[in-house]
């Protein structure tokens, strides 16, 4: 059982690395990745606009230039890929970890009120919230 799990991250792991190489050689524009649906059809910037920019960027080494596609995604995502290292970890050993993120309950809370402030916040078209907004 633990050598399936092993290998399902395993493969989990080369598809993400292998979506990784195509964004840094290939970059966000083009045909070949949709956008954010939302933004077409509001015109407004949800959370997650200007992620896939700011990835491209920090495989670049661009750690400025992804801020400014969209910082509260590059705080996130470190602690997020941290997370879910640490569960799937936990997963394919058949039990959780000692040590571990708990996401639930007040956390819950706080995160989905930050998403929620960032997301109205990088809305307001004025300065230095305009700043929040990707390029």
Known sequence: MRARRALVVILGCVAMLL???ALYRFGPSGRWLPGCIFHRLT???????G????????????????????????????AALLGIGLELAGWVRGRPL??????G????????????????LR????WPFTLLAPP
Do not use: K, Q, Y
Not at 98 to 103: G, L, N, P, S
Not at 105 to 120: H, Q
Not at 123 to 126: C, L, M, R, S, V
């Open 19 to 21: 979506s990784a190489f």
């Open 43 to 49: 015109g407004l910037e949800c959370p997650g606009c």
């Open 51 to 78: 992620m896939t920019r700011a990835v491209h960027a920090m495989l670049h080494g661009d750690a400025r230039g992804a801020f400014r596609f969209n910082p509260l995604g590059m705080v996130l995502l470190p």
């Open 98 to 103: 000692a040590w571990r993120f708990r996401a």
């Open 105 to 120: 309950g007040p956390w819950a809370w706080c995160f989905a009120a930050l998403l929620l402030g960032f997301w109205v």
């Open 123 to 126: 809305n307001i078209p004025a």
